[in-house]
Nanobody, 127 residues
Framework: QVQLVETGGGLVQAGGSLRLSCVAS????????AAWFRQAQGKTREFVAA????????YYADSLKGRFTISKDNAKPTVYLQMNSLQPEDTAVYSC????????????????????WGQGTQVTVSS
C-alpha cells in the first residue's frame, strides 16, 4: 500500500504561482511513476503531468507545457507540481497518483494506470 498526501493548494490571483507537494508513504520503493491530475467542477478528470520514478522522464499535457513543471525528490519521497502563470481555467481539485504495477508500456497519461491516489487539494485562481 502507498499513501499519498497533497498540500499546497489555495487561492491565488491570475498570473500567480503555486507549488503543490505530494508526500508518499508506505511501500514506496516499488513506485514506477507518479502523476498529477486535475478535475474542475462539472468536468472529467484531466491529465496534468507525470514522471517515471527511475530515470525521471517527464510527460505533460500539451496545453500545460511551459507553465507547469513536475519534479520529484527520491529521498523523501515527494512529487512536486510547480504551477506558474495560473489562469482561472486552472481552477480545479488537483490529485496526486502513483503507479507501482506500471511498466514502459503503460500510458502514463491515463488515470487508469495508477493504483494509488491522494485526497486532492483545491486550487482556485481568481480573475
Amino acid at each position: 500500500q502507498v499513501q499519498l498526501v497533497e498540500t499546497g493548494g489555495g487561492l491565488v490571483q491570475a498570473g500567480g504561482s503555486l507549488r503543490l507537494s505530494c508526500v508518499a508513504s508506505g511501500r514506496t520503493f516499488g513506485t514506477y511513476a507518479a502523476a498529477w491530475f486535475r478535475q474542475a467542477q462539472g468536468k472529467t478528470r484531466e491529465f496534468v503531468a507525470a514522471v517515471r520514478w527511475r530515470g525521471g522522464i517527464v510527460y505533460y499535457a500539451d496545453s500545460l507545457k511551459g507553465r507547469f513543471t513536475i519534479s520529484k525528490d527520491n529521498a523523501k519521497p515527494t512529487v512536486y507540481l510547480q504551477m506558474n502563470s495560473l489562469q482561472p481555467e486552472d481552477t480545479a481539485v488537483y490529485s496526486c497518483a502513483a503507479s507501482v504495477a506500471g511498466n514502459y508500456s503503460s500510458d502514463l497519461r491515463r488515470w487508469e494506470t495508477y493504483e494509488y491516489w491522494g485526497q486532492g487539494t483545491q486550487v482556485t485562481v481568481s480573475s
